[in-house]
């Protein structure tokens, strides 16, 4: 049996891949005719000792996002194949953000993220997000590789 995807979530980090996610995750909700959202985490630790408006840094970024992918999300909005199409920014600590603040409400059938190709030495300290979600969500996740 086939699983039907009713709310698709792609993570999105700026990297190598982001088009890739983008353009992977309005294919599959057009096809399965799924909601869509986009959401992307202001990494908080650097800026936490500074006293940094997060909301303002959230807001600013979600600008800069939307501009990032504005034809490709036009295209979604505008595609009666696809129910819904959202952007949510917060800035928090990367995982625990995106998961607890941003998929675990929405409630996705698949989680789609990209690959960042860490080094060895990178990965030993700061860890994958893609790993995390795949260790620590209760739905399916696509990682898109680089090509």
Excluded at 30 to 41: C, D, I, T, Y
Excluded at 75 to 103: C, D, F, M, Y
């Amino acid at each position: 049996m086939t699983k039907k995807y009713t709310r698709i979530f792609a993570a999105l980090d700026g990297g190598k891949t982001q088009d890739m996610v983008v353009d992977r995750a309005i294919e599959l909700a057009e096809g399965a005719n799924a909601s869509l959202m986009f959401g992307h985490v202001v990494d908080s630790v650097p800026y936490e000792a500074a006293g940094t408006d997060f909301a303002a840094l959230a807001a600013d970024m979600k600008a800069k996002l939307e501009e990032s992918i504005a034809d490709k999300l036009e295209a979604a909005r505008n595609n009666p194949a696809i129910p819904e199409v959202q952007v949510v920014v917060k800035a928090g600590r990367i995982t625990e953000t995106l998961s607890e603040q941003i998929i675990e409400p929405y409630e996705p059938d698949l989680v789609i993220c990209g690959e960042r190709g860490l080094s060895n030495i990178k990965y030993v300290f700061v860890g994958s997000v893609s790993t995390y979600l795949i260790r620590n969500l209760r739905c399916d996740v696509l990682v898109v590789k680089e090509d």
